[in-house]
């Protein structure tokens, strides 16, 4: 049923669609309503079986996720922001141990400085943990993408995270079409663990492993993220067919089949990129987009077919790598090894700053009017004066430096 | 695509009224979405929040910079905050108060605004008297219907309903028709 709903709580709905045996999660800012509302449903017994632990962090969080799984429930939590780093460890076991855990991530930066707003820090730091990563570019594919989570991850039994921006989708209202119990079971049959812990019959599991073997272990997990490549499109495909909406798959494309420039991005800036793409086609400009949803495992293949054709790709991406640059456009490197195209490495949005389609359009028009150095790092709408000022002082408190110099206006 | 920012404070209900705003376009058939400016909010902090709305999906995600109409929950923002930035001589103004644009020291302002898109409603007291409490939110969006014809009295009204049914959906749906009527009368030309 279509519905005027915030994101957060039309996602509580899809999670409690997908029957979740476990839930846990820690109560404090940053958190999400998501948790919030499963209580709710769980408290008033509208969702059962599904035992909800209110836990001591978010370490614990994953902590009794991990055991959850281990002994065949269903499991789910939520984190975002400092939270994410708290769990890290766990994430690598719950991966390491293949255990298909689905978790939202509610977008948000990572401190320091504090901040509470939205960009990919926290997600982009753990994406080399093992787990899944998908990124929803609006509420509906928010909802749609918890359902195949569930079903992702119990298929190739690796973890998944579900990325979806903090705030600007979290905290929007927005028509979603929320499936029918009946249409979730449908699609998402009983989870049947690969691995059951019983206390009438104990086994291990989480042995040590010495030098003899760590490797081939390991290994592991990568070719199943590989193998998951396939998986994920053939459940979006299903997905579309039971549901009738596209919702998921490896990679998005928008008037990009033909573009000479085409903008990389992830999660929900996507609309307003799409917006700015329409308004530059009008004026006969050939320029498309292309949205990542699948970033791990990374859909290599995918996105050299989707971008190898373009003379121009640009890569907007909400977090960066300290001390390199883009992620996002990393990767993207790697995809068009060998082919003529020039990638523009460009972060924005950190901790909140609105991305706005005259931005994008600024940014277009740079990069096509060849003003842009592609072998530079570029920073969206970043006021360098604040930053050179800074850097001309010999010591910090950074943070609260730049808010001075920021009060007190250029000088 | 029809765009409003919203300014109040923290407890007066900001995000609330853009969230009953969009439902009810939403129940209109329209698009909606409805977003608060995000931030750590305190109560008796500046607070703002958006609503757009439209025929086709809505896909952008920014904050609305050049709204097509303003609701002001708190007329003492006025000289806080730039609260009227964007707003072009065209745009709907609908302020909270029991004064006039002159008495706000709004009068320059709006010389240059459609007069039939100005707008005062006394929402609080209307709240006081029909609610009990000093919540603004539904007086001012059934003024809003009544200046702008954007969405209907009903719509609101049903928004209302949903959101808060019962006594309290009750009362506020009464502050609505009272300020739509109060308005509807010269407003909306």
Known sequence: MRSQIEGSQAVAAAVA??????????????????VEALSDLVRRGELEPCEY????SEFGAMSAAIGASAVGARAYTATASQGILYMA?????????????????????????INIWNDHSDAMSQRDSG????????????????????????EVSLP?????????????????????????????????????????????????????????VKVLMHVKQMQALDVIGE????????????????????RSADAETIVVALGSVLGTIQDAVDELRDEGVSVGAVGITCFRPWPLAEVRAALGHARRVVVLEKAFAVGLGGIVAQNVRLALEGLPARVHDVVGGLGGRPITRASVRRLLGDVLEDRLDPGALTFLDLDWGLVQRELERPSGPHAENILRDLAAGPR | MFQVRIHGRGGQGVVTAAELLSVAAFVEGKHAQAFPSFGSERTGAPVVSFCRFADEPIRSREPIEQPDALIVQDPTLLHQVDLLAGLGTGGYLLV????????????????????????TVPATEIARELVGKPLPNAALLGAFAALTGRVTLASVKGAILERFPGETGLRNVAAAERAHDALGVSAHA
């Open chain 1, 131 to 154: 787990w899944i990563q998908l990124y929803a570019a609006s509420n509906q594919e928010a909802v749609d993408l918890h359902v195949q989570a569930f079903r992702l991850a119990e």
């Open chain 1, 53 to 56: 632990l209110m836990v001591e």
């Open chain 1, 160 to 216: 998944v995270m579900v990325c979806m921006d903090g705030f600007v989708l979290t905290h929007a209202f927005e028509p979603v079409d929320l499936p029918t119990q009946e249409q979730v079971d449908a699609f998402l049959p009983r989870f049947e663990p690969r691995q059951v812990l019983d206390p009438a019959a104990p086994v291990t599991i989480g042995a040590m492993v010495g030098p003899e073997a760590f490797a081939e």
């Open chain 2, 96 to 119: 909270n108060t029991t004064r006039s644009f002159e008495e706000l020291g709004l009068g320059e302002f709006v010389a240059g605004f459609r007069p039939e898109r100005l707008a």
């Open chain 1, 235 to 254: 459940i979006s495909g299903e997905f579309a067919q039971a549901f009738g909406r596209g919702s998921g798959g490896l990679v998005r494309q928008y």
């Open chain 1, 17 to 34: 669609l997908c029957r979740p045996e476990v839930i846990s999660a820690y109560p404090i800012s940053p958190q999400t309503h998501i």
């Open chain 1, 89 to 113: 460890e766990a994430l690598y076991n719950a991966s390491g141990l293949g255990l298909p855990i689905v978790m939202t991530v509610a977008n948000r930066a990572i401190g320091s400085p």
